[in-house]
T-cell receptor
Framework: NAGVMQNPRHLVRRRGQEARLRCSPM?????VYWYRQLPEEGLKFMVYLQKENIIDESGMPKERFSAEFPKEGPSILRIQQVVRGDSAAYFC???????????FGNGTRLTVT | RKEVEQDPGPFNVPEGATVAFNCTYS??????FFWYRQDCRKEPKLLMS???SGNEDGRFTAQLNRASQYISLLIRDSKLSDSATYLCVVVSGGSYIPTFGRGTSLIVHP
């Protein structure tokens, strides 16, 4: 019973490059959430998706950030033209229904040099 | 006022102690409540859901007070392995977005 799978675990990008973070939800889960956590900070909501739909992206910066959850394949969080301030841990979580507990992946630690 | 507020701590307690954390939330329409635990540089893990009538899971007891808009977590007989950050999570009606508190740090020492 595979849990939420995120990859890569660690990602290093130079300023101006693109970062692609992938997340496969737990089997049977159709709700995917992305959160960002800065060092010594709490988890900040970014985006909530269901298959082929962005339900709520109110926590995502308007520029450079995008997310998708296609019919086939993992959810992707894409950050274009990364800056040092994007360095953080990005966690993906999935749930089977709204109001159900979230199950988290191991996270992707993005470092921008 | 922040949506979900927690005392960051740290709470420094000896093994065997009983410790309690509170978490307040601002949206009276909130529907679901959870406690998570996060170890350093790891992903959050579900500790327990919080039900209106209160619920217990071994040494852990969670309570919900809708009138005062807070939830609590009580840990009895603390173990060294309980040292972690405890995150309060609230899901508001309508948005279905789980909002996390910043967490309360617990350090259990011998």
């Amino acid at each position: 019973n595979a849990g939420v799978m995120q990859n890569p675990r660690h990602l290093v990008r130079r300023r101006g490059q693109e970062a692609r973070l992938r997340c496969s939800p737990m089997k049977g889960h159709s709700h995917v959430y992305w959160y960002r956590q800065l060092p010594e900070e709490g988890l900040k909501f970014m985006v909530y998706l269901q298959k082929e739909n962005i339900i709520d992206e109110s926590g995502m910066p308007k520029e450079r950030f995008s997310a998708e959850f296609p019919k086939e394949g993992p959810s992707i969080l894409r950050i274009q033209q990364v800056v040092r301030g994007d360095s953080a841990a990005y966690f993906c979580a999935s749930s089977g229904e709204t109001n159900s507990p979230l199950h988290f992946g191991n996270g992707t630690r993005l470092t921008v040099t | 006022r922040k949506e979900v507020e927690q005392d960051p701590g740290p709470f420094n307690v000896p093994e065997g102690a009983t410790v309690a954390f509170n978490c307040t939330y601002s949206n009276s329409a909130s529907q679901s409540f959870f406690w998570y635990r996060q170890d350093c540089r790891k992903e959050p893990k579900l500790l327990m859901s919080v039900y209106s009538s209160g619920n217990e899971d071994g040494r852990f007891t969670a309570q919900l007070n809708r009138a005062s808009q807070y939830i609590s977590l009580l840990i009895r007989d603390s173990k060294l392995s309980d040292s972690a950050t405890y995150l309060c999570v609230v899901v508001s009606g309508g948005s279905y977005i789980p909002t996390f508190g910043r967490g309360t740090s617990l350090i259990v020492h011998p």
